[in-house]
């Protein structure tokens, strides 16, 4: 792999892959209430999901073969749930930015091929939580859709309505593996995590390069179509 000696840090963002034999959603079964959402230090606004308090009980929908190893849940927010194998790799590695780490119970399970031919291990699921980072995206290198100016430059919790590619600000980076930067509502991780990715070949998990990251629902960034 060829490499730059004084290249810049490279970032991706992290989601759970579609579409592959490790394909695999859960749901929440939900009997708690949740907890408080984080909050801003500076301007004391909500900056992250509600907490999921446990029992973390779920359901898992296997779109492929074989339970994969990240799971994303897309309902309300990005809330996480990792296999053991992960969870372990993580550790032993001594890669941060994940916290928690609690007990899931897989209370269902549905198949979308009822007659799979793999036999599989169901592994043990835990529930982590993303820093919320020191990151900030260099504003003026990036092309994101905003709904109107920030009211705190701390957080910078405005929302987001689409990316067309975003880099972070050299030296806002605290080190962490996986964190959400401030402001952007998604998981980046460092270059680190791209290597234990491939290193432990874990499963479900896509890494876009953060200059790439297209999301676009109000298509503002896309060729518009004539007529
Ligand atoms: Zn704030």
Redo the contacts with the bound molecule.
């Keep these: 792999m060829g490499s730059e000696p004084h290249s810049p840090s490279r970032f991706f963002v992290l989601r759970s892959e579609r579409n592959t034999r490790y394909d695999t959603e859960f749901f929440i079964i939900d009997e708690t209430e949740p907890g408080p959402a984080p909050r801003?230090?500076?301007?004391?606004?909500v900056?992250g999901m509600l907490t999921w308090r446990p029992p973390h009980r779920v359901k898992l929908q296997f779109h492929g073969e074989e339970p994969g190893d990240f799971v994303q849940f897309l309902g309300v927010g990005p809330y996480l749930i990792v296999s053991e194998r992960f969870a372990d790799a993580f550790r032993a590695e001594g890669l941060t930015g994940l916290h928690g780490f609690e007990p899931v119970e897989v209370a269902k399970i549905r198949r979308q091929r009822r007659r799979s031919k793999t036999d599989y291990a169901l592994p043990h699921y835990f529930f982590v939580t993303v820093s919320f980072g020191s990151a900030l995206v260099d504003e003026a290198r990036s092309q994101i859709l905003r709904p109107g100016p920030f009211?705190?430059?701390?957080?910078?919790?405005i929302g987001t309505d689409g990316f067309n590619g975003f880099v972070l600000e050299p030296g806002s980076w605290n080190g962490d593996d996986v964190f959400e930067p401030r402001g952007l509502g998604v998981h980046v991780v460092s270059e680190r995590f791209a290597h234990f990715v491939s290193k432990h070949q874990l499963t479900n998990i896509v890494l876009t390069p953060t200059e790439r990251y297209v999301w676009d629902p109000l298509r503002r960034f896309s060729q518009p179509v004539s007529g």
């Design positions: 801003c230090p500076r301007c004391g606004g900056v009211t705190c430059d701390y957080c910078r919790a």
